[in-house]
């Protein structure tokens, strides 16, 4: 066990350093960051200065030593666009995300996990042909019209939400959490939803399909043969064997989520990194587009390390220290 | 015919689902639509001088002041919707397919390789899937469109838009062809066919391709349709969020995004019935994949 | 009373002398302010300075400046100040630095008095350092902030402390920042605000949902489409007028050979007059404004709108919508059939710019003249324009000056890098007559005689097209009925001018 | 007890009703074991299934009485059927393997089925499911009670699957296979559990099974099937012993006798499966014996030794590879039989993939004939050995590429050595050595899934001769099919083997079969040799331990019940 993880680590530790190679080589070639941090009246002398100053004249492989250098010593950069340190701007902005994508995720749960069992249990019943037909035209609806239905239909028409932003935030100990607020719940309900439609409807039917396999399977044929109660069987026994191949693909949505909330979030003007990460797309604020890269590749090895150990914790045939 | 459909496991199922039937008509007349765009649609969007900004905002036929020379309105260009509608789908299924054809080939390839050659081929191809699956879509399309400007010559820039998109969607989707390649062909080393076919000293590639991947076709065939859905849907996110096609190239994609802006102003359909169209299609490629999924694992019925 | 206002983008900097953009400076002015300032309709008024005059015998102002102003942070307010802002703002490291381009040197006369020596005489100079904010020398040095941060931050990227009429109370960039007034600010407030808040809305449909639900209270701009939606419902007023920016299109005059054409390789027809005419008579404006802009735009004969000082009220016809003629001119200059070239246009810089080349293309089509489209972001676009990576172009240009010459200087003088001058002349439109006339407008002081010389001026430029003006692009901005705001021309929206009923 | 009249299922598909069971009746009483046994596809399951309510839709019980005492099953709703289950009538699937949930502890899982039928307190249930096992027969159980599922071995397993089945009293259990998945000295240990639980506790078993030495070994009474109709009913020493029914007789004769060496098999005439006919496959005869440039070549291994990798724990530690066969040497006479016996695991497919170049020996020498046969990736593709050795695999179902027709599957060898030149002459060869091994010609253009298990079996030997091989390595080749294909597929293994003078490997872990087949014999365990002799002399007179426990605990029928 602990050498399964070891080894995931170290294929994680590969993994970033190949994204940061990406993030930085290749945004070298998207637009130029001069013309960005230049006003309408810069001469060009001026901007070459500016040029040789940022080191975008040096050569390419001097420059992507220089960039993970500082990146391991924690040094981030400066943003083009702001001048702010970059690694200050994501941090500020990575609350937001996160907490969006956790109640989506919480909400494709909460939400995806009963409603998959649910059809899968009664997989002729109308309700889950009509579950199943609406969650289908869920995925087939993009997310940004499905994000603006939402607000002008809650926000405008209705006037029960707010149209944009993260509303109240508390800081508790330099993290900004909108949870704490009655205005910060009310805020994240619309985004969230937005972000949360799609994942629901794949964890949907992920657990679904998973949940028909498992209750096909000799143990819940044995559990049923010996009367175990069927709630307890659903949940208990067929369930919980389903829960490995959901929490593997959760984990690879988690690259789905945070794609995604870039969309969400430039629709709500949701202050996480997504949208910073347009603006500076806009701007081509490359030490911010690099950062974000690397940043998100970070969240994405985590959360499939977290993955790996919560296998472990599902499954003892994975403990492996305890085989006789 | 009646017993040849009976024979036929999925012909029968598939006469037996009215609603499999009704998407599978609806997305065979999208196809048509597209492909014969060229010949049915009334006007040439590409061709700037067959439309008139003077014809601008027309509504629907039915709605006052609709013409029946416009059946669904006109854009804020003039361009008359049906003709935009027609070459918008064109062109999101052109990238939608090619997309799907280019991330299955280089996905199925490389699983099936992985798959066949284990060991530490297989492990690199599986990290590069990490890599690729740790950036979204979105990213991998900025990446693409960053090579892209950064090695062709601005002439071509303009044309080779589509084919930017392109790639960027396909490489964006060829990790779930080979996961779900390399996981088949990791069963079907396992059969026993497969051993028989190594022990006559057949041709791995001959192996691979001949005995191999026709039975892994199935669950391929699944993530084929579905991926075709979300590539199309991919591109029309692209399109809004400005890093897709350009606006005077009808996607299904950018039609929304310039419908977007007259959402509130009363011009609703240059927004809603691309739109429609849009989750006609998805819907319909969603409900065949559905389908086929069904077909090829028959113990989820 | 509290406030709460949108737009498009966030400033990027709280420093005045760090970016010249109009987000920044605008944002910026509700905090610092300038010797002089601009009154609602654009002319100047003292500010810091409560009067200036030429200095004799010397070519340069002298400005005598208001006693008794503090700084937000109390210090008060001095000729030191204004010293140090200048060399600040005329620094290396500043993007103001073109301003001061006339400038020679800089006398403090005592603690109220500073004179600025130019190289020759400068009648527009006063108003031309409008946006010249002023910090705290004390301040800026104790802070280590002496130049303007380039490429990282220091402490004025997200402090300020200025003399303005509002201060900052908190800024979280690209999220939100709020505003409160100050309290020892020099001027009687015309404004009820006791807190404002600024919030960024990139998407505009977002930002009217966020003004129709009542989350905000003014939002700038909005979509011209949504201008009706608005001002049909209760408690909302749409204010419109004309922004002083130029729509038009550019040619490269010096090209030899057109870039992106399919039939005319050899040649540049563009370098033909009479086919520049043509293209400007193949654009039907009036449908363009009837369509596109809902009837809201004003069209424009030469490259400032009526309302700005130097405007020739001689030349004050455009080409008219002629297709006919068009296909005459082309004819008589040799291409009866047309050809085809490329166009360059943003999609996210100007109102609509993307569907205006769209129309365009379609209304040369018309003529022959086969537009081949190229539409991308503003992020890399002046970059092309600047590598001469174009055939025709879209570009608007707001006059910073308020005076003709400011175009004049920059997009119709030959391209000349050491004077700075025609620097955003991508395509080197030259004429010698208008090159020579330049310095001349600059240097006049009398009225007439300089009008005169505008004409003449515009008269040049307009029978060669070097340029096809298009027209003034509106300004749109939406607020709840309970809101008094005051529209400026350039776009800057002062909170000063802001009262909640 | 139980009583079931005239039971009859079907189960309803797009082709009209399919009736799995017809007319079906029989009865068990308390501590009575009732056998059922039957060919696959009999109906023996179903009758299990629809006893005891868990029939798989859409499969439903069209006419009959099913009375558990004084209940009548068919008359319980879903409810009272499912609180029935368990409590009154357990079961037990064949695969102790899968019948368990992996993730729950064996504690937990006994502990809620006792309370799901028993209102008791959690540490009695608990107490009982401690006793439980012990009288299963596990040792330490309060503490190995705590372990998972696959902390125990296949036998273990089955003791807590019996365990659960058990563990509220039922008074039928019905057991479906339950030893056919173990090894022979598990079955035997869980036979023995079986038995006496019917004496002691008086429970009721219906054992499910087609293995007629286990029903011979311990039913009281037994029931035949076929097609789903019960062929014939009785206590156990009558019904075998003096079978009435000709279905019977044939079955009994096609049951490889253990004891002794059999000529060729009864072959029971079955309707659906043509009886191999020497005369249509001539051409192909001829085709094969023109190709016997020599004489039959022989194969000998000396000390071979195959090792895996094992499984990595640590970075630090190289993992302590797995040795799966070890100091393998002995010597294939040429055109002779050698049979290759062990029980599961032992390593006899392993062997067979060391032969066949898909595994590479760690150690050790391989000699085809008198040249050298290298191992593993070094045994070039184009190897002649490719030719000479070909395999038939156990599996007849994954043996075969179901995407392929078998025109095209049999065509393969004949294209890749290059032995038949024409496309239409190799239709023609494949299409008469189907003759050969007893199949219609027109099967060339079929594809696999239209053809049984037993049917598959001679396709994929014909695919081995097209080959024209000298040796023949057979990997269980039987094992997943009924008796009676059995006997009709390896009188024709012994046929080809007389008429071309293969030399054939012949691996099975089934006694009575390699007995019947091989002149020599090696007996594996855990990778090494535990005897190796000719067969006769192996079975007669085993030399080693393992040899003579093995005989013994294998399940045969008295022989005065064979005819
Ligand atoms: N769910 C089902 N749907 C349709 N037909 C079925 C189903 N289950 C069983 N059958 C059919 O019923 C017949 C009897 O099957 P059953 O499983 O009872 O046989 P069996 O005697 O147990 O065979 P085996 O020894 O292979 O387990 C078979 O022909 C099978 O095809
Ligand atoms: N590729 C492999 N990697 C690791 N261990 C293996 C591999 N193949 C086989 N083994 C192990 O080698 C041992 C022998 O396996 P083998 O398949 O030869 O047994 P067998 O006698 O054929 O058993 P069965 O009767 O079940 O087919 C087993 O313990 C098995 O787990
Ligand atoms: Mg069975
Ligand atoms: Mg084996």
């Known amino acids: 066990m602990v050498f399964f993880l070891t080894k995931r680590l170290i294929q994680s530790v590969f993994v970033m350093l190949a994204v940061a190679f990406l993030a930085f080589s290749l945004f070298r070639y998207v637009g130029d960051p001069v013309s960005q941090m230049t006003g309408v009246e810069t001469s060009v002398e001026d901007r070459e200065r500016l040029r040789e100053d940022l080191g975008l004249n040096d050569p390419f492989v001097y420059q992507f030593v220089r960039f993970t250098g500082d990146l391991l010593k924690g040094d981030f950069g400066y943003s083009y666009r702001t001048r702010q340190p970059v690694a200050e701007m994501i941090a500020s902005r990575i609350p937001a995300t996160l907490e969006l994508g956790l109640v989506a995720l919480m909400i494709s749960l909460l939400v995806g996990i009963p409603a998959g069992v649910y059809t899968a249990l009664r997989p002729r019943g109308f309700a889950t042909q009509t579950i199943l037909m609406l969650t289908l035209v869920g995925v087939s609806i993009p997310t940004f019209v499905i994000g603006i239905m939402l607000i002008f239909f809650f926000g405008v028409q209705l006037g029960w939400l707010p149209t944009f932003g993260r509303g109240g935030t508390v800081s508790v100990g330099g993290w900004e959490t909108s949870f704490l607020t009655i205005d910060g719940w009310r805020s994240l309900i619309l985004p969230a939803l937005t972000l949360g439609v799609y994942q629901l409807t794949l964890t949907m039917r992920l657990v679904r399909a998973e949940m028909m396999d498992v209750m096909q399977s000799d143990y819940i044929r044995f559990a049923t043969a010996r009367g175990v109660p069927m709630g307890r069987m659903y949940f208990r026994h067929a369930l919980s064997n389903t829960m490995v191949p959901v929490i593997t693909i959760i984990g690879l949505q988690f690259g789905g989520v945070i794609a995604f909330s870039i969309v969400t979030e430039s629709v709500f003007q949701w202050p996480g990194m997504g949208l910073l990460f347009l603006e500076s797309i806009r701007f081509v604020d490359i030490p911010v587009m690099g950062v974000y890269l690397v940043v998100i590749a970070f969240f994405f090895v985590l959360v499939n390390l977290i993955v790996d150990l919560l296998y472990v914790l599902i499954d003892p045939r994975l403990r492996i220290s305890d085989v006789s | 015919m009646l017993d040849f459909i009976k024979r036929h496991e999925g012909l029968w199922l598939f006469t037996h689902s009215p609603s499999v039937m009704i998407a599978a008509i609806v997305a065979l007349a999208i196809l048509i639509g597209a492909v014969f765009a060229p010949w049915i649609a009334p006007v040439d969007p590409y061709d700037l001088s067959s439309f008139s900004l003077m014809d601008g905002l027309l509504p629907p036929v039915w709605e006052e002041f609709g013409t029946s020379k416009f059946p669904l309105g006109t854009d804020d260009q003039g361009r008359d919707m049906i003709s935009s509608i027609l070459y918008g789908a064109r062109l999101s299924l052109i990238i939608g397919v090619c997309a799907m054809a280019i991330a299955s080939i280089l996905g199925v390839g490389l699983g099936l390789a992985a798959g066949y050659i284990g060991g530490r081929f297989d492990a690199v191809v599986m990290r590069i899937a990490d890599i690729q699956l740790a950036l979204p879509a979105i990213l991998t399309a900025l990446l693409i469109d960053g090579i892209a400007r950064g090695i062709l010559p601005p002439e071509l820039r303009q044309d080779m838009r589509v084919v930017v998109l392109t790639l960027a969607i396909a490489l964006s989707l060829w990790v779930n062809f080979a996961r779900t390649a390399r996981a088949s062909t990791f069963v079907q080393m396992n059969k026993e066919y497969v051993q028989a076919a190594m022990m006559q000293g057949q041709h791995p590639l001959r192996i691979m391709f001949v005995h191999i991947l026709p039975n892994i076709l199935g669950p391929l065939l699944v993530i084929m349709t579905v991926d075709l859905a979300s590539a199309i849907l991919l591109e029309a996110t692209l399109s809004f969020l400005g890093i897709g096609l350009p606006a005077d190239s009808p996607s299904l994609g950018t039609l929304i995004r310039i419908g977007m802006q007259f959402l509130l102003s009363g011009e609703w359909w240059i927004l809603w019935i691309p739109t429609l169209f849009l989750i006609a299609l998805v819907v319909s490629i969603n409900v065949l994949g559905d389908f086929l999924r069904d077909v090829f694992n028959p113990r989820l019925r | ?501 | 007890m139980l009583r079931v009249e005239n039971l009859t299922v079907k189960f309803p598909s797009r082709f009209g009703d399919f009736t799995a069971v017809q007319d079906l009746s029989m009865t068990i009483k308390p501590g009575e074991i009732h056998g059922l046994v039957g060919e696959s596809g009999a109906g023996k399951s179903t009758v299990g299934a629809a006893i005891i309510g868990l029939l798989q839709s859409p499969g439903y019980i069209s006419d009959g009485t099913m009375m558990l005492g004084d209940t009548d099953l068919r008359g319980l709703d879903q409810q009272e059927a499912h609180r029935l289950r368990g409590k009154r009538i357990s079961m037990i699937f064949q695969d102790p393997q899968t019948s368990l949930n992996p993730l729950m502890r064996i504690e937990d899982q006994l502990v809620e089925t006792i309370l799901a039928h028993e209102d008791i307190s959690a540490a009695a249930a608990k107490s009982r499911a401690i006793d439980l096992l012990e009288e299963m027969g596990i040792k330490d159980a309060a503490s190995r009670m705590q372990s998972y599922p696959h902390q125990f071995s296949g036998g273990m397993r089955q003791r807590v699957v019996i365990a659960l089945a058990l563990c509220t009293n039922p008074e039928l259990i019905i057991a479906d296979e339950p030893t056919t998945a173990l090894d022979v000295a598990v079955q035997s240990q869980v036979l023995d559990l079986i038995r006496r639980l019917a004496e002691v506790r008086k429970v009721g078993f219906m054992l499910i099974t087609h293995d007629i030495g286990v029903i011979a070994r311990i039913a009281d009474t037994v029931t035949v099937m076929r097609h789903g109709k019960g062929i014939e009913s009785g206590p156990t020493a009558q019904v075998l012993g003096n079978p009435v029914h000709t279905y019977t007789k044939q079955l009994m004769a096609a049951v490889p006798p253990l004891d002794r060496k059999i000529d060729r098999f009864m072959v029971p005439e079955k309707d659906d499966i043509v009886t191999p006919s020497m005369n249509s496959g001539a051409q192909a005869e001829a085709w094969l014996l023109s190709g016997t440039k020599s004489d039959p070549i022989g194969l000998s291994l000396s000390d071979i030794d195959v090792t895996f990798p094992g499984v990595r724990t640590s970075i630090f530690r190289k993992p302590d590879p797995f040795v799966a066969l070890s100091e393998i040497s002995f010597d294939v006479r040429p055109g002779s039989v050698m049979g290759i016996v062990g029980e599961s695991g032992s390593g006899k497919s392993t062997l067979a993939k060391t032969l066949t170049g898909l595994v590479k020996p760690a150690n050790g020498t391989m000699t085809l004939g008198s040249a050298d046969l290298p191992g593993g990736k070094t045994r070039a593709r184009k190897h002649p050995s490719r030719q000479l050795m070909q395999m038939v695999f156990q599996d007849p179902f994954s043996s075969l590429n179901s995407r392929h027709k078998i025109g095209d599957i049999l065509a393969e060898p004949l294209w890749l050595y290059g032995l038949v030149k024409d496309q239409k002459e190799r239709q023609e060869l494949c299409a008469d050595m189907l003759g050969l091994v007893g199949m219609p010609p027109e099967a060339i253009n079929k594809f696999p899934h239209q053809f049984s298990g037993g049917q598959r079996q001679r396709i994929a030997v014909a695919r081995a001769l097209l080959a024209r091989p000298k040796i023949l390595i057979c990997d269980e080749p039987t094992s997943a099919l009924d008796v009676s294909i059995q006997a009709q597929l390896l009188n024709l293994l012994k046929d080809l083997q007389k008429a071309f003078g293969l030399t054939v490997i012949f691996i099975s872990h089934n006694l009575s079969v390699v007995r019947q087949m091989s002149d020599d014999v090696v007996v594996l365990r855990n990778g090494r040799i535990q005897e190796k002799g000719p067969s006769e002399q192996v079975y007669e007179d085993p030399k080693a331990d393992y040899t003579k426990r093995l005989l013994e605990l294998t399940p045969t029928m008295p022989s005065q019940w064979m005819s």
């Not at chain 3, 006693?67 to 490291?93: K, L, P, W």
């Not at chain 3, 009866?336 to 365009?360: M, Q, V, W």
């Not at chain 3, 400026?488 to 001018?497: E, G, K, S, T, V």
Request: net charge negative; with cysteine; aromatic share 10%.
């Open chain 3, 1 to 501: 009373e509290s406030f709460n206002w949108a737009s498009k983008t966030d400033p990027q900097t709280m420093d005045p002398h760090a970016v010249n953009s109009t987000p920044v400076l605008s944002f910026l002015n509700n905090i610092y302010e300038g010797l002089v300032r601009r009154a609602p309709d654009m002319s100047i008024e003292p500010s810091l300075a409560t009067s200036w005059e030429p200095l004799e015998g010397e070519n340069g102002w002298r400005f005598n400046l208001r006693e008794g102003v503090t700084f937000q942070d109390g210090a008060a307010f001095t000729s030191e100040d204004v010293m140090f802002s200048y060399e600040r703002a005329s620094s290396e490291a500043a993007d103001t630095r073109s301003w001061f381009s006339p400038v020679t040197d800089v006398r403090i006369v005592d603690d109220y008095t500073i004179e600025f020596l130019t190289n020759s005489p400068n009648p527009l100079f006063p108003s031309s350092i409008a946006n010249f904010m002023i910090l705290d020398s004390d301040w800026a040095k104790s802070n280590d902030a002496v130049l303007p941060a380039k490429d990282s931050e220091n402490f004025a990227t997200l402090n300020v402390n200025g003399t303005g009429p509002f201060t900052v109370a908190s800024r979280d960039p690209g999220v939100k920042t709020v505003l409160v007034p100050h309290a020892e600010w020099w001027d009687t407030p015309t404004h009820n605000i006791t807190e404002a808040t600024f919030t960024p809305i990139g998407n505009s449909a977002t930002g009217l949902a966020a003004l129709l639900s009542g989350d905000i209270d003014f939002i700038e701009p909005i979509p011209l489409q949504d201008v009706e939606q608005v001002e049909s419902r209760d408690g909302f007023r749409v204010i419109e007028g004309e922004e002083t920016r130029v729509i038009m299109f550019g040619f490269g005059h010096e090209h030899d050979t057109l870039l992106y054409s399919n039939d005319v390789t050899d040649t540049n027809p563009f370098t033909d007059p009479r086919v520049r005419l043509a293209a400007a008579h193949a654009i039907d404006i009036a449908s363009i404004d009837r369509v596109l802009f809902r009837g809201k735009i004003e069209a424009a004969s030469q490259l400032v709108p009526a309302n700005i000082s130097g405007y020739s009220e001689a030349n004050q016809d455009r080409p008219a919508y002629d297709p006919e003629r068009a296909k005459e001119l082309l004819a008589e200059a040799g291409y009866p059939d047309g050809f085809s070239f490329g166009l360059k246009c943003t999609n996210d810089r100007y109102i609509n710019d993307e569907a205006l080349c769209r129309a365009a293309a379609s209304m040369f089509a018309a003529v022959g003249l086969d537009a081949q489209l190229s539409t991308g972001p503003v992020r890399d676009y002046w970059e092309q324009l600047r590598a001469d990576d174009f055939d025709m172009y879209l570009l608007g240009w707001s006059p910073g000056t308020f005076d003709i010459e400011h175009p004049v200087r920059f997009l119709l003088h030959t391209q000349d890098d050491e004077a700075k001058l025609g620097s955003w002349n991508f395509g080197n439109y030259s004429n010698a007559r208008v090159d020579e006339l330049l310095p001349l407008i600059l240097k006049e002081l009398d009225p007439a005689a300089r009008q005169d010389m505008i004409d003449e001026l515009v008269k040049i430029t307009q029978d060669e097209v070097a340029y096809i003006p298009l027209y003034t692009q509106p300004l749109i901005w939406a607020v709840k009925d309970n809101i008094d705001v005051t529209q400026r021309a350039d776009n800057f929206f002062m909170l000063r001018w802001v009262t909640v009923n």
